[in-house]
């Protein structure tokens, strides 16, 4: 079962409290790690098509754009 939006974030806020470290900085410290084991080839894919860094921001932009441009092609297209 999916946790509710409010208690990520508690999750989120209680977790930077207790160790001093935001999601940002976690994944800017893991990044490399993660990308090299080659479990997450997708992960790796995506930091090289980001080119310049994780940045969560442009990780949302990216995913966005891949979802919106999956929905485009599996949409039918109406003959005018």
Do not use: C, N, Y
Request: proline letters at 6%.
């Amino acid at each position: 079962m999916p946790m509710p939006k409010a208690s990520r974030r508690t999750s989120r806020a209680e977790a930077q409290g207790e160790t001093g470290v935001d999601e940002e900085a976690w994944m800017r410290s893991h990044e490399p790690e993660l990308a090299a084991t080659g479990a997450f080839p997708t992960f790796a894919r995506i930091l090289g098509e980001l080119d310049g860094g994780f940045d969560l921001d442009r990780v949302f932009e990216f995913g966005l754009g891949v979802l919106l441009d999956g929905f485009v092609r599996a949409t039918p297209r109406k003959e005018r």
